[in-house]
């Protein structure tokens, strides 16, 4: 580092308790620990009454803002803490008047997972920046920048930081390539500068730019536009500490960190080691890292109430990430879903699939949800393409995006696919190239509309708008109308230490367990049910005994699925509903073709019925299965002459669908 070292080394020692110098060029921190901290290690549960002790002290660190909004918030808050997502904000700024807050914002997606209407978008940051946020990161799955048009209205209008985004992205090992090079980014940041964005922010959000590249950009940048550079770049695979330094040798004006105790794994390089590495250089921080250390105390206190929703893998990194440029959630999908399908032999065939399926899809980054849509298709093509034929089954979600409904991918798609994608879209054969919201009729009359009665406000309005079913569920209990269930509550860290030492008792062998009963001989009135239980198939026996029917055995038919070891990660979207309690689909009539269920899945509809002529190729039905709806078409042509199962019903893999004849 150039002009770096001003004290001799015999200082060194001294320099933790020194003041810091004051330098030139002071790198600006950002702190994520009150929301990308615990979304990306404890599936952003944190509450806000952990976050509201330590509020005042944090707001003496100097931090040029604090994350503490959007992203996965919005969602959970609502769903599974019982908060009031609205209120979070509101409360915090209470506690820190001066630090600006920041959130992620989703561009046009706002806080969900699909494109909002553009009255829905004004309104919801027209509301975000009246309770209290100031900095909107904003960002968009493609880099398609139209899709900001809208929500950049409200944040001028209210005089608030535009943080434009580009999210970072690879074709091969390092930066460079076809698509995603030194040229793309800096053509990206001039865009964001034209559209007046106040800073660009690079979103690392896999963990993939490595050091020397970060290096190299973060150079270009600062020679291409006027704007500050921002670099967010999760620790994931292990090179992000690298990679900050780096970019601050090159400098970059922010960064972002966590305190410690919640820093690292697929969270953020920890801020402590930071101020200290750059102690007494140009970049110096200024921060007091007693002030810090007063902070990750308070994180290291209350940790034990998330502990359990921490990945216990042994490893802190993911060499996943540096062997295939895969977003480590992308990966974890792709394994349960190949499980799901009986299927978990294939997942190489899958890692070579996906570079041509990317291709042919744009080269779109791997972010929620284009992560998800190509990982799929990818698994689709792998298990059901033939020799003869491609992309033989082609999710919903692939379809809108070869139509343009996402928005425009950094390169265009392949022709041919595009139009077996198209074949019978609803919304047409044509792709569509204007701006995606564009083709999304106003939504707020009618989330005003659905709420009469039940919402007091327009925050409650938006609640409902951007979640109507957990939403509503969420403004009953606010309201007092449904109970609130246990399993939103809080937990103390008295009910955290007790379960700790029931576990360590356990660990010792010191917890009694009642003995066995002896198994009675089975009798010859044995008789055998067959019992569904969450998806899993008992064969039980049931014998008389002294007039009382009583259970004799339970034989799990099909191994039952192992609970999972550690809590689910931070889901990319929600489940979309509860799954229905399977029901045996109806016996197929004898003759005719059968359609059978490619995937395990859910039935979300048929599109024809009973009687109805089809030829071979239509669309029989849509199944949905990883959160993607499949059209399963027509095996043979002839007509429908049987529907073998009801919408909501789940199937398994062979399941007679339909009968055509
Ligand atoms: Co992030």
Redesign the pocket.
Known sequence: MENSHRHGTSLIAKLIDEPPVKADNPIKICDLTFR?GHQSLFATRGRTEDLLPIAAEMEKVGFWAMEVWGGATFDTMHRFLNEDPWERPRQLKKLLPTTPFLMLLRGQNLVGYRNYADDMAEAFVDRACINGIDVFRTFDALNDYRNFETVIKPIKKHKKHFQGTICYSLTKARMGGEVYNLEYYVKKAKQLENMGADTVCV?D?AGLIAPYDAYYLVKALKESVKIPIHL?S?FTSGMADLALLKAIEAGVDIIDTCLAPWAYRSSHPAIEPLVMTLRSTNRDTGFDLHQLAKCSEHFEKISPKYRHLLDDRMSTIDIGVLLHQTPGGMLSNLINQLRDMGASDKLNDVFAALPQVRKEMGQVPLVTPTSQIVGIQAVNNVLFDTPEERYKMISAQSKDLFFGLYGETPVPVDKEIQKKALKGYPRGEEPFGGRPADVIDPEMAKNWEDTKGLAKDIDDVLIYGMYPMTGKRFLNWKYGKEPIPAEVLPKTLEQCAKEAELVKKAKAGLLVEKPAKEVPEKGEGARQFNVFIDGDYFAVEVEAVGGAPMITGIAPVAAPRPAPVAAPKPAAAPAAAPAAAPKAAAAPIAGGAKLEAPMPGMVIRYEVKEGDAVKEGDVVMILEAMKMENSITAPASGTVKQVCCKEGQSVQKGDVLAVIG
């Open positions: 990308d979103k959000m967010h999760h």
